[in-house]
């Protein structure tokens, strides 16, 4: 298994511009979500996903969208970039949908933004 | 709003000493706890999971313990590395946050050989 694969690593943006990021799991996951982690800030939760065709928002969902048209793919949309977004970007999956279950979240790799 | 704080923020170490980093969050009701190690520039990788039944959890050097109770876990290594340095964060799946992790804000650590 590849596990959780991120791409691209790195991407310099102008504001304005938009993007995808793109993350995908060969685990066969349920639950898959993007994190953004900035420093002081931690790591907050922008979207998640607990199956194919269902999304939700997270802590910090403005300026961002996402799909989930297939069990392996959860595609982040930057839609009009801007410096606040300068940050390093993690896509997560777990096996399980629903929230009661007790399974270990995986993480990709991570995607370094800057938006000038 | 649940809280989950990691304190100290930093800590350094020689080589040979147990480490003991802290994780302390506000609300019990929580589905389970996961500590996750992060190197520098890197993705994080998951260390232990605690189910809200356990107590506490082991894997080679690596010892978590959860107190619902007082609302705090504590992660051990023991016989520290210049290898175990790096972030630490814990994490938990809350009862009334939903279907989402909320992270502490890691404690990052430095093994002195």
């Known amino acids: 298994n590849a596990g959780v694969t991120q791409t691209p690593k790195f991407q310099v943006l102008k504001t304005g511009q938009s993007m995808t990021l793109q993350c995908a799991q060969d685990m066969n996951h349920e639950y898959m979500s993007w994190y953004r982690q900035d420093p002081g800030m931690g790591l907050r939760l922008i979207h998640y996903?607990?199956?194919?065709?269902?999304?939700d928002q997270g802590e910090v969902p403005n300026g961002y969208n996402v799909s989930r048209s297939t069990t392996e793919d959860f595609p982040l949309r930057l839609l009009s970039a801007a410096p606040s977004q300068t940050s390093v970007y993690f896509c997560a999956s777990k096996l399980f949908g629903t929230v009661e279950s007790t399974d270990t979240q995986y993480f990709g790799p991570g995607t370094r933004l800057t938006v000038l | 709003k649940q809280e989950v704080t990691q304190i100290p923020a930093a800590l350094s170490v020689p080589e040979g000493e147990n480490l003991v980093l802290n994780c302390s969050f506000t609300d019990s009701a929580i589905y389970n706890l996961q500590w996750f190690r992060q190197d520098p520039g890197k993705g994080l990788t998951s260390l232990l999971l605690?189910?809200?039944?356990?107590r506490e959890q082991t894997s080679g050097r690596l010892n978590a313990s959860l107190d619902k109770s007082s609302g705090r876990s504590t992660l051990y290594i023991a016989a520290s590395q210049p290898g175990d340095s790096a972030t630490y964060l814990c994490a938990l799946w809350i009862k009334a946050a939903g279907n989402k992790l909320t992270f502490g804000g890691g404690t990052r650590v430095l093994v002195k050989p």
């Open positions: 605690i189910q809200s039944s356990q």
């Open positions: 996903s607990v199956g194919a065709g269902i999304t």
